[in-house]
């Protein structure tokens, strides 16, 4: 099983420009999330799907857009580039709605830089 | 106002030895629960041990182990007989019933397990 798989690796972006990260599990899991990673900050969540059709706001949704396109695929968008989103990337999902003992599932992560 | 606190230094621990990592966390959520997870430098998240609030016994994974004194509310993760292989960032992170099912991480602690 792939489990959750995230693309691209990698990606530089000029300001301003826009990309589309994605990501897929095939794991069935209804839960979906969006964290990044910069350095001392842990991970902060910038959104998250709790089911197909679902998005909400986590913790640093500013500058971001995301899409849950069907079960297995949630994606994040950022329409206009900047600095200060140079970061790494994760995606997760769990199989839970609402309270529960199940661990998320990361991707690999991908690592962003924006010039 | 930040829910999971993990303030040790980076920590150098001597092969073999056990090492403890502490988090508290604040919440005044009666039923939630608490998460440990390792990064090694290769980046990926591994989801190594969980612990419940009703849980009547400290989880235990084979070489992890969660010391969990709900009054104090800490959590911290002890790794018994450290092997090379634990050198990593840990991070400790919730999930409270009315958090909507998010997961909070705490900013980490770096181990290093010198031979």
């Known amino acids: 099983n792939a489990g959750v798989t995230q693309t691209p690796k990698f990606q530089v972006l000029k300001t301003g420009q826009s990309m589309t990260l994605q990501c897929a599990q095939d794991m069935n899991h209804n839960s979906m999330y969006w964290y990044r990673q910069d350095p001392g900050m842990g991970l902060r969540l910038i959104y998250y799907s709790a089911s197909e059709g679902t998005t909400d706001k986590g913790e640093v949704p500013n500058g971001y857009n995301v899409s849950r396109l069907n079960k297995r695929e949630f994606s994040l968008r950022l329409e206009s580039a900047a600095p200060s989103q140079t970061s790494v990337y994760f995606c997760?999902?769990?199989?839970?709605?609402?309270?529960?003992?199940?661990?998320?599932?990361f991707g690999n992560g991908t690592r962003l830089t924006v010039t | 106002a930040q829910k999971i606190t993990q303030t040790q230094p980076g920590m150098f621990v001597q092969e073999k030895e056990a090492v403890t990592l502490d988090c508290t966390y604040d919440?005044?959520?009666?039923?939630?629960?608490l998460f440990w997870y390792k990064q090694p430098s290769s980046g990926e998240m591994i989801f190594l041990i969980y612990q419940g609030s009703y849980d009547q016994q400290n989880a235990t994974e084979g070489r992890y182990s969660l010391n969990f004194q709900k009054a104090r509310k800490s959590a911290n993760l002890v790794i018994s007989a450290s092997q090379l292989g634990d050198s990593a960032m840990y991070f400790c992170a919730m999930r409270e019933l009315y958090g909507n099912n998010r997961l909070a991480f705490g900013k980490g602690n770096q181990v290093v397990v010198i031979p």
């Open positions: 997760a999902s769990s199989p839970d709605r609402g309270l529960g003992n199940s661990p998320l599932h």
């Open positions: 919440t005044s959520d009666p039923s939630y629960g």
